[in-house]
């Protein structure tokens, strides 16, 4: 079965470094998202990516963040100077488009900003 | 009120009970309702869809009540395999945005 595929398992910085959580959809889906989940809450929508851009994004998604699209197979979160409330799983996902609901997830970037 | 809301447990269940979710939904415009299925620190996976029909896959079956905004989610004959965080996910209709209730924790006892 295809499958979202996330890089790096775990990441760890130290506050106020830059981060790159690097994510590759399935192949033929066209719409793609970032959630978070901090340890013991909820899993929180941070933004979705349809065309070659943002369709909608939370508060959560300040300027700190963006996403890329750079090329026809990576989809990429950059958090530009982490903070230590940052430290989170962070999910990939994506699904294959209108009259398509289902929303697959990739296995999770462990994030921990010390 | 929140978005999505669910009563997070935990429920704890004997083997071979019958055990069921609600979850509430604020948005009444919201089009599609899944639950997804999390253990422990992985990611979530899709359990089964929900039709205004109602749907059954095995064990489970799902109902919608569009009228009082709640869907629920039903398990009967509970294995330990099971134990698991049962989210319930509403898609906010004409947006792209799935939100996520906070979880129900169900550990089945042997």
């Known amino acids: 079965e295809p499958e979202v595929t996330q890089t790096p398992s775990h990441q760890v910085t130290q506050m106020g470094q830059e981060v790159i959580l690097r994510c590759v959809p399935i192949s033929n889906h066209l719409y793609f998202y970032w959630y978070r989940q901090i340890l013991g809450q909820k899993v929180e929508f941070l933004v979705s990516?349809?065309?070659?851009?943002?369709?909608?994004k939370s508060e959560i998604f300040d300027d700190q963040f963006s996403v890329e699209r750079p090329d026809g197979s990576n989809f990429t979160l950059k958090i530009r100077s982490t903070k230590l409330e940052d430290s989170a799983m962070y999910f990939c996902?994506?699904?294959?488009?209108?009259?398509?609901?289902?929303?697959?997830f990739g296995s999770g970037t462990q994030l921990s900003v010390l | 009120r929140k978005e999505v809301e669910q009563d997070p447990g935990p429920f704890n269940v004997p083997e071979g009970a019958t055990v069921a979710f609600n979850c509430t939904y604020s948005n009444s415009a919201s089009q599609s309702f899944f639950w997804y299925r999390q253990d422990c620190r992985k990611e979530p996976k899709l359990l089964m869809s929900?039709?205004?029909s109602g749907n059954e896959d095995g064990r489970f079956t799902a109902q919608l009540n569009r009228a009082s905004q709640y869907i629920s989610l039903l398990i009967r004959d509970s294995k330990l395999s099971d134990s698991a965080t049962y989210l319930c996910?509403?898609?906010?209709?004409?947006?792209?945005?799935?939100?996520f209730g906070t979880g129900t924790r169900l550990k089945v006892l042997a």
């Open positions: 929900v039709y205004s």
């Open positions: 996910v509403v898609e906010s209709s004409g947006t792209y945005k799935y939100i």
């Open positions: 996902a994506s699904r294959a488009g209108r009259g398509a609901e289902k929303l697959f």
């Open positions: 990516f349809y065309n070659n851009e943002i369709s909608e």
